[in-house]
């Protein structure tokens, strides 16, 4: 996809259409004002008449109005006067584009503008416009032998700009977004790949293929008797049961000298079952899913290295499937894991732990500034958080600060959920250091509170993303989060947002 900016005005901006907003109680957006002038007061007397709606989200598709260029006007409503907050703008301009949905337009432009949004500036309106669009495009029908009709064919998203100077800081945001929806295309793919494709070997050759394609990118694949050699017990544990082999996936981009690196690690298992604690049928398809982390920390390394920011990032990703057979991991195994701590297996559906526990422990090589796992991990964060926002549990508040702020400016939102001592007690062991499961209750926390006795000394964080990563029911697929999230952190770190 392509951006531009542009200073003229919305009814004289030629093109194939142009979005503007009317609010309630008959307040028009700047660019509809334009139009309004323009046309002898065509969209107040829409209005009047009902033809336009204001409410916000609720979007009409005018053609050939004489007196205006663009051969469509999408007027979306923009609900009560007074600025949009970030999301209702993403959702205003989400059910705008929505409209063009079957129309064969190249290009369109936003006159949603710096007003019409609280607290934005020129970067962050264009990126979240040029993220917004570029998200909308994105399809998945790779696998449907039928050409698949009701795509919007757009190539090009022009964005209002008031001066010059907010035309530069709208073109970097752009730029960024540009990224950032290419990394969420990357993760969306990948999750949405089915479980006999997406494995743990096509996993690692996409890392392998990413390296190939920025050459900043360093990828190393480690197989499973380097492994074992590593001493990664507790990870080699779950994929006992498959007959696809492990892989240790390990990225390295280089942007930043002598900097420590931020390492992000991501949960692999390309299929879990549950293994012996089997999970139960309905709704087992979406266990596919459970490579999110791991696809959504490949796509913030691969958005690092095509922005060449300033910084160094590692990527760690453990990657197997979770079976059962009969030489899977039983209930009840008690293991090493490579930190030397045991581990009592109580419930092999708790595996997403076990291979990030190991993951983290390997990560120290790196001496981390900051480590951040990300990890479809539990059903219970699901229950506490819903769908809308990804837990982030971690012993630093300010850390914690760090990545809620992140997400509030992405517009792809986290939770503070705590950990404490009461938490970490109920994966006592009479057996081992400890078991790999707690209560039903506080199972979000307690996960976290297991990945804890694995990153001592270490400034880290978790990101529980089991609601977030993807969608079930009719809109059923991958939503690519918490690549924006993970990208601004980054972004921040370089100090590419002054
Ligand atoms: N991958 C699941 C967590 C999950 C559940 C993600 C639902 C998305 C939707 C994880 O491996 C798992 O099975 N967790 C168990 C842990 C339990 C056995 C302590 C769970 O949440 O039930
Ligand atoms: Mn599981
Ligand atoms: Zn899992």
Redesign the pocket.
Known sequence: MQYFTTTSGAASRPGHAVIVGVYEKGKLSRGAEDIDSATGGSIRKLLRQGDLCDQLGASRVLRSISGVRAQRIVVVGLGKPGALDVSQFRYALRSAIECLRGSKINDVTNYLTLEDVEDANAYYLARHTVETIGSKLYAFNELKSSKVVGDIPLKRVGIAVANRGDASKAMLGAEHAGAIVRGMDLARDLGNLPPNVCTPSYLASTAQRLAKQHTNLQTRIINEPEIRKLGMRSFLSVTNGSSEPAKLIVMQYKGGGKDKPVVLVGKG?TF?SGGISLKPGPDMDE?KF?MCGAASVMAAIAIAAELRLPINVNVVVPTCE?LPGNTATRPGDIIRSMSGQTIEILNT?A??RLILCDALTYSRRFKPHTIIDVA?LTGACVIALGHYRTAVMSPSDSLVAKITAAGIAADDRCWHMPMGPEYERLLRSNFADMANVGTREGGAISAACFLGKFTEGLNWAHLDIAGTAYRSGLRKGATGRPVPVLTEFLLRHAGALH
Do not use: P
Request: aromatic share 0%.
């Open positions: 298992i879990d266990m459970d979770n559906d595996e997403g479809t």
